[in-house]
């Protein structure tokens, strides 16, 4: 029997996991990070367009502060976020930053004087101030008031992971790769680490914590058309379900508008950010038509939705991989997009054949919404802990944190794996440091055995079923029935078809009977997990019968705050259940800095208001009418909330004595 100890066990090797095991390495914790890949080589590193924070550097940034930050991040939710959260994560982003910048992130910085940008399609002048000269910059992105998206160049994800990948190989984090954790070690509610399968020699080493913090990333895998990497398969989600953790809003699912046909890969949002535009089969660029106001920066699920209904009304253009739309960036020049989207110029050379420098529809490249980004998880409280497992954590895109609610403002993800590392991780830290813990080696050698048992009997497995053909199947149900429209009769569908599949996973037949470097033996005991993910994605989406967000339903077209404000709780209540239990956690609109309006974008009036949202403006409007003093003091008589205190002091910006 194989045993490993260790203060802090993190499964995850991308920015959200090597964050948080520089935070716990800081306190002089012994940690493991458990990596699928070489940690440099994670998603967090296909992170293209930028990392949002409230610097307020650039002429187009002046005068963002925190409050902007919040009021965008909110909207973008569509209402569906915990606000408390979103506070934390706005002011501790400036800090996380410069933090950055300090480990060697090469952030694009601002040039004093005059400047060509592209603006609305017309090149235009602007002029930096001299005393903004050598700061970090920014760029537009989508749903966002303020040039607040830091970048450098469009590599940002992979110079972030870099540097904090070498910072916390300095500290001396252990990272074990080529490893994949396939169940939790839990007792009474109570997390004790997990077991892991070794991906080089098939053999499983259990790692006993006194805190577990998984970090591994989205679920897009379970859809046919996805932008995530091979790797995202939702498996650190699918242990906690078989351990009998909740997860929270799987229905919310981001659809990214920018992914190039065919292969799928992400041209980032900095393309419209700089100045694009998306065109249709006639070259004509149709987003001010649907949103005159944020035009082609709307938030991303209104984006991708618009660009679908004009493909509807035979506006799309053909091709041997479908219809699909134009993106033209030509118009920012080639030195631009030789500068500063080198990498989306590579990307469409390689692959399409094309040069987006190109001008004159030549260079215009194929683009087409699909699955980016996964806004529900692991539900975890505001301090990373998971509500209902103690000494589990999850921070990054694999924890309902949660900052994003039903939609994901662009640069708010790659902000979000840092900043919850640096939050969360201090606080996992903190739990680590005072949770001793006492386990029974034989508890432990029981959860070994059983996962060599199950490993061991899907070999035998001699059924009917061939797990390629359910995995494929699973993605094209969810690809076709939980897509970015949605109605009652194909979630109805889309659920009883997965059930189907979930119980076929039973009856496989696996030809190669081999432990080692077996694809099929890791494909059986991966399917069943990631089944169980798209369950709770398309029952949670087939009982909530409202429209927020990314979550659009034909059949209900409003948003419907009156009934549907709250939170999904999906999670297995017995281990041999075809289907997850749902319940809900209400959102407290009395508690709220900012109760549910109208978007800013998307259609006016498309909601069913909750009559306490006025009661509570009537609040917030009387005590910032009677308020004397500063905007920290009027935000927390609004909604105070908890975050330490180095994190809490005040960002510098420029100009801001005048605050």
């Known amino acids: 029997m194989k045993i490993k ?18 935070a716990t390495s800081a306190k002089g914790l012994s940690t493991i990070v458990i990596s699928l890949v070489p940690v440099k080589r994670s998603h967090s590193s296909a992170a293209q367009g930028g990392m949002q924070s409230s ?31 979103v506070r934390m994560f706005v002011q501790t982003a400036p800090k996380a930053i410069r933090e950055l910048a300090s480990w060697g992130v090469p952030w694009n910085r601002i040039k004093k004087g005059d400047r ?16 903004a000269h050598g700061l970090i910059n920014a760029r537009d992105f989508g749903g966002t008031k303020k040039w607040r998206t830091c970048y450098t160049a469009d590599a940002t994800g992979h110079t972030m ?9 300095r500290l001396g984090v252990q990272i074990e790769d080529k490893k994949e954790a396939i169940s939790l070690i839990t007792k009474d509610g109570q997390c004790f680490g997990a077991i892991v399968r070794d991906l080089k020699k098939g053999g499983l080493t259990a790692y006993v914590a006194k805190g577990t913090l998984i970090a591994t990333g989205g679920y897009g895998r379970i859809y046919k058309q996805s932008t995530n990497a091979t790797i995202c398969k939702g498996t650190g989600h699918a ?10 809003n799987m229905e919310a699912i981001q659809f990214h508008p920018t992914p190039i046909v065919p292969s799928g890969i992400l041209l980032t949002e900095g393309c419209r950010g700089d100045g694009g535009v ?40 053909m091709s041997p991989y479908g219809e699909h739309l134009w993106l033209d960036i030509s118009i920012l020049g080639r030195k631009h997009i030789e500068k500063n989207l080198r990498d989306v110029q590579d990307i469409s050379k390689t692959f399409n054949g094309i040069d987006p420098a190109d001008k004159d529809k030549k260079g215009w490249m194929p683009v087409l919404p699909m699955q980016h980004y996964s806004m529900g998880g692991i539900r975890v409280t505001p301090k990373g802990e998971s509500v209902n497992i103690k000494g589990l954590f999850s921070c990054g895109e694999s924890a309902c944190w949660d900052m994003h609610g039903f939609n994901r403002l662009g640069g708010n993800s790659v902000s979000e794996t840092v900043v919850a590392g640096m939050i969360v991780g201090d606080y996992f830290g903190d739990f680590c440091k005072k949770n001793n813990i006492n386990i029974d080696t034989k508890m432990v050698e029981d959860e070994l055995n059983k996962q060599d048992d199950y490993l061991n009997n899907l070999l035998k497995l001699d059924g009917d079923e061939n797990i390629y053909d359910i995995k494929n199947e699973m993605r094209i149900i969810m690809q076709n029935f939980v897509g970015i429209f949605r109605n009652g009769k194909d979630l109805k569908i889309a659920v009883e078809k997965l059930k189907t599949l979930l119980q076929k996973s039973k009856n496989i037949k696996i030809k190669n009977k081999c432990r080692l470097l077996n694809p099929e033996l890791e494909e059986a005991y991966k399917v069943p997990m990631m089944l169980k993910v ?12 409202e429209s927020r967000g990314a979550h659009h339903r034909e059949d209900f077209l409003k948003r419907d705050d009156k009934n549907w404000l709250n939170r999904t709780i999906s999670y297995w209540k017995n281990e041999d259940d ?21 978007r800013g974008y998307g259609k006016k009036g498309n909601s069913i208001e909750n009559p306490i949202s006025q009661k509570r403006q009537n609040e917030v409007d009387k005590i910032t009418k009677e308020h004397k003093g500063d905007r920290y003091e009027l935000q927390e008589k609004l909604m105070p909330y908890e975050l330490q205190e180095i994190y809490k002091e005040k960002n510098q910006r420029l100009g801001d004595e005048n605050e």
Request: aromatic content about 6%; some cysteine; charged content about 30%.
């Open 116 to 131: 060509e940008v592209v603006i609305n399609t017309k090149k235009t002048t602007i002029t930096e101030k001299e005393e």
């Open 161 to 169: 992971l870099y540097a904090v990948t070498n910072e916390a190989m």
């Open 278 to 317: 998306l065109r249709d089969k006639d070259g004509y660029r149709f987003m001010p038509d649907y949103e005159p106001e944020k035009k082609d920066l709307a938030s991303r699920d209104v984006v991708s939705r618009r660009m679908l209904e004009h493909i509807k009304k035979g506006k799309g253009v």
């Open 55 to 85: 610097l307020g550097n650039c002429i187009m940034g002046e005068g963002d502060n925190e409050d902007v930050h919040f009021a965008d991040t909110v909207k973008g939710s569509d209402w569906g976020c915990d606000q408390e959260v």
């Open 534 to 545: 798209a369950l709770c994605v398309a029952k949670g989406a087939r009982e909530r019968t």
């Open 239 to 248: 242990i906690v379900l078989n351990a009998g953790g909740y997860m929270g």
């Open 5 to 22: 100890y260790t203060d802090s066990l993190i499964i995850g090797g991308g920015l959200a996991g090597l964050r948080t095991a520089i």
């Open 578 to 598: 075809l289907e997850p239990t749902l319940k809900y956690e209400k959102l407290d609109i009395m508690k709220m800095e900012m109760p549910p309006a109208f």
